[in-house]
């Protein structure tokens, strides 16, 4: 089974920045496509970026302009460059990542496999 561990987060103040990267213990077609998905306490899980592997990206549009999602074959880890943090992008951050879409790519039903997640929180 495919395993995808998050690293990076954590205590940032607003306007700062952090990078996460998210390890797959295989880089094989299982992710094709792969995205960062972020939950706020008691909201749900919503997605932030996704990317499959002709480099295409999308954002929702309250991290456009500021994250950065990308993947890198041969260190088989996705990346999430987050910049001009904000007290709303706080969360646990996951990556997701499958063969094929499911459905939309932002939405949480296209991917199977996810890791378990790492924690951003950002103070005003």
């Known amino acids: 089974a495919q395993v995808l561990e998050e690293s990076g987060g954590g205590s940032v103040q607003a306007g700062g920045s952090l990078t996460l990267s998210c390890a797959a213990s295989?880089?094989?077609?299982?992710?094709?496509?792969m995205g960062w998905f972020r939950q706020a306490p008691g909201k749900p899980r919503e997605g932030v970026a996704a990317i499959d592997d002709d480099a295409w990206t999308t954002y929702a549009d309250s991290v456009k302009g500021r994250f950065t999602i990308s993947k890198d074959h041969g260190a088989n880890t996705l990346t999430l460059t987050m910049s001009s943090l904000k007290p709303e992008d706080t969360g646990m951050y996951y990556c997701a990542s499958d063969s094929r879409l499911r459905s939309s790519p932002l939405s949480e039903s296209a991917y199977t496999n996810w890791g378990q997640g790492t924690q951003v929180t950002v103070s005003s």
């Open positions: 295989r880089f094989t077609f299982i992710t094709n496509y």
